[in-house]
């Protein structure tokens, strides 16, 4: 049983490019949500998807943007990078009606 | 004021002690209630939820007062592998989980 999948593993990006991270649910789940980790911090809410819509936003500039395929597969997208942006970004699967949600390996984002 | 807090530790203790980490969340409309395990450089990973007629899973055990918006985990019989960073987790409508900073634990022999 395939778990959640993320790719790619490390990306390093300069200020003011954009970035697309992607994300693969736990087979059977079709709720998809990205946070954010900053070093030596909790992870951060960004946003979830459901049915293809974003469901719920944390508290992230609209520079932070998503998108949920057909088949739950996710992206999350950054745009006009910040060094502020490199943290490591976490997406989660779940069960639309469920509340345990299982995360990806991340994606390790460093901006120069 | 935080909406999930945590002691942040470091918590260094020998192999076979008993640890105890409390957590303490703001929103009484929280409805769910976890503990995530994670390694360095690693993804979080579902530890146990925690009910407020309390859990227990092997060395593990976990508590909620919802009265006092209090979460606590306890481990027993601490091993070298319990050396990681956890995190308190809340959840209001089954929708974000909401963080807290982790707190650290060194196990050593």
């Known amino acids: 049983d395939a778990g959640v999948t993320q790719s790619p593993t490390h990306l390093i990006k300069t200020r003011g490019q954009q970035v697309t991270l992607r994300c693969s649910p736990k087979?059977?789940?079709?709720?998809v949500s990205w946070y954010q980790q900053a070093l030596g911090q909790g992870p951060q809410f960004i946003f979830q998807?459901?049915?293809?819509?974003?469901?719920q936003r944390g508290n992230f500039p609209d520079r932070f943007s998503g998108h949920q395929f057909p088949n739950y597969s996710s992206e999350l997208n950054v745009n006009a990078l910040l060094l502020g942006d490199s943290a490591l970004y976490l997406c989660a699967s779940s069960l639309a009606a469920g509340v345990e949600q299982y995360f990806g390996p991340g994606t390790r984002l460093t901006v120069t | 004021r935080k909406e999930v807090e945590q002691d942040p530790g470091p918590f260094n203790v020998p192999e076979g002690a008993t640890v105890a980490f409390n957590c303490t969340y703001s929103n009484s409309a929280s409805q769910s209630f976890f503990w995530y395990r994670q390694d360095c450089r690693k993804e979080p990973k579902l530890l146990m939820s925690v009910y407020s007629s309390g859990n227990e899973d092997g060395r593990f055990t976990a508590q909620l007062n919802r009265a006092s918006q209090y979460i606590s985990l306890l481990i027993r019989d601490s091993k070298l592998s319990d050396s990681a960073t956890y995190l308190c987790?809340?959840?209001?409508?089954?929708?974000?989980?909401?963080f807290g900073k982790g707190t650290t634990l060194s196990v050593s022999s």
């Open positions: 998807y459901y049915e293809e819509e974003e469901r």
């Open positions: 087979s059977g789940h079709d709720t």
């Open positions: 987790v809340v959840n209001q409508a089954g929708t974000a989980l909401i």
